[in-house]
């Protein structure tokens, strides 16, 4: 089955669909900012929260900023859709590049699909908090706050991930063309 899904992966990845992704991510970043900017930290970006914290967020919002931070949710969900696509193609595009082809490396584009998961997954659980509020669900935002840290781990694992196999093609480029001067 991972097989499958990484064959899929490498199906889209160019790096035409690495810059359009990444352009779209940053048009709709910046856009949902604009939109949606409160100056209010919202639950899937607050690190580790407990169940206390969170209905203090909730409670702290009133109503109008639970019913916004409702419609950040939809924008998150296209947000995770472009960044999956963006991470789960640079890594394949650099490790296909920089490993052989039956390495096990090649799997790390995978990664960014297990967090995009995690994400839905974490939406999901910020959306039933909002939409039972005031209705205390200590156990959903315990599990909500526990996804949201491993979100984070993984956000920073695959945004360093393509960043480091970009540098590492860098290098062989710059390697080959010294190689070639002497």
Excluded: W
């Excluded at 998150?76 to 650099?94: E, G, K, N, R």
């Excluded at 039956?102 to 790390?108: D, E, F, H």
């Excluded at 974490?122 to 979100?151: H, Q």
């Amino acid at each position: 089955m991972t097989h499958l899904i990484y064959q899929k992966i490498l199906g889209i990845t160019n790096l035409k669909t690495i810059i359009i992704s990444l352009l779209l991510f940053v048009i709709a970043l910046v856009l949902a900012n604009v939109t949606f900017s409160t100056g209010v930290q919202n639950l899937t970006q607050t690190f580790n929260y407990t169940p206390e914290k969170a209905y203090e967020m909730l409670q702290g919002y009133g109503d109008k900023g639970r019913s916004n931070h409702l419609k950040i949710l939809i924008v998150d969900i296209i947000l995770v859709t472009l960044y999956t696509i963006l991470f789960s193609t640079s890594i394949a595009y650099t490790t296909m590049r920089l490993f052989p082809a039956n390495t096990n490396l090649q799997y790390l584009s995978l990664v960014p699909l297990v967090l995009g998961c995690l994400q839905l997954l974490e939406i999901a659980g910020v959306f039933i908090l909002l939409a039972c509020y005031p209705r205390e669900l200590y156990t959903l935002a315990r599990i909500t706050s526990g996804i949201t840290v491993v979100k984070f781990i993984l956000t920073y694992i695959c945004i360093l991930l393509p960043v480091i196999g970009f540098l590492g093609l860098l290098g062989r480029n710059i390697a080959g063309i010294l190689r070639a001067n002497t």
